[in-house]
DNA sequence: TTCAGCAAGGGGAAATATACCCTTTTTTGT
DNA sequence: ACAAAAAAGGGTATATTTCCCCTTGCTGAA
């Protein structure tokens, strides 16, 4: 007669084989029931949007996955569902989308080389506690708040012309492309040279891909 | 009395998470039993030449691993234990990898987001027959033998050349790092042009990213 | 053995493309 | 109405690209 008091968990996650094999893994800590499985964030706000639920304990969430990924997901959760706690799961320890996953409201981020134990409690502290973040990430939060003075904006324009710039166009086709004087490109070109710290259109090549700006 | 005639698995995988997970889907189909797991190639290849094993019915590859990967790992096995049988693992679908995976022994590439019923019809059939090819494989098969014959191959100096035009170093640089010309080089330069169909640097510099030559 | 052929390394010169600096006009937001 | 951006222009110095030619050394076939 103990089932009942099981906390209810969610994952969402596009590798079937991980998901359907986590579930087990999951259940094997006997203290919680994975109530639904989807494979993208789109699948899963669906669900939300019609059902409503209000007794979920906690979603795990993937960060790469197809149609809508964990970053899009979780900030619809931000606007939308506040109250339900999330743990991000991803393979990659990429500074920048930790942080926009923890600024967007995830109680925690695990990589998915996690031992087990680690991972039971992090789910555990996150149901009880509100939360669970390891070295990994707090150093990045650490790392990033003494950064942020020297954060870079680009506009969206800048953005156009770098996604041009990563092709073998020239400036004065890219300005024709744009429909803007081959001048007003280069003062882009200028501009940008100084704010990313570069002296070459190779260098803004290197950064536009290093920042998934333009992909290869 | 059935538990002997369970078929014998070893998973490599790094991911933690995954591996202990798969572990309990695999036995969930009651036919097979993990015997091992390992989070790397090195680990792996090490328990193989220490304990000699010659009951193993099928090793379950990660392609992306630490310290010694999917691929390294499949080579040291076709030179030293083409016996056994592999089913690479993956979240990518990169046709290099998979095509190289392929002519390196593996019996079978899945994706990662397979779903668990052909993942066991999967390891059934390498099992039984020997191989298995999705769909997706045997595309990719029959559109490399097409293509063979028009392969690019990269001197050692063009490919040390290549890396560092993907930096902001001028050609007059480069030379003196190399220690040649500057006319030395805007002949590799020229032929690379010609070779990869490009007609700038920056098409260079993609074209070295997309092939992994080097690495952002 | 000799010689054609080919690849690697290097050269001249001209046409474009890039990079940098500084000024002027146009648009925009408040 | 006015300051701040955005857009555009002038001028100049390098860097890059393109084309065509030369030497040297090696290799394979006659």
Redesign the pocket.
Known sequence: MKTNFKRKLIIVDDHLLFSQSLELLIKSFGEYDVIERFENGKVFIDYLEENNPTDIDLILLDVNMPVLDGLSTMKWLKDNRPDLKVIALSVNDDEEIIIKMITNGAKGYLLKDTSPEIFKDAIECVVEKGFYFTELVSGMLINKVNNDNKKISL?E?EIVFIKHACTEM???EIASEMC?????I?????SL?DKLEI????GLVLYAIKHKIVFV
């Open positions: 506009k324009k020239t400036y004065k803007l004087s081959p001048k007003t280069d003062g882009y070109r200028e040279f002296k070459t259109r190779i």
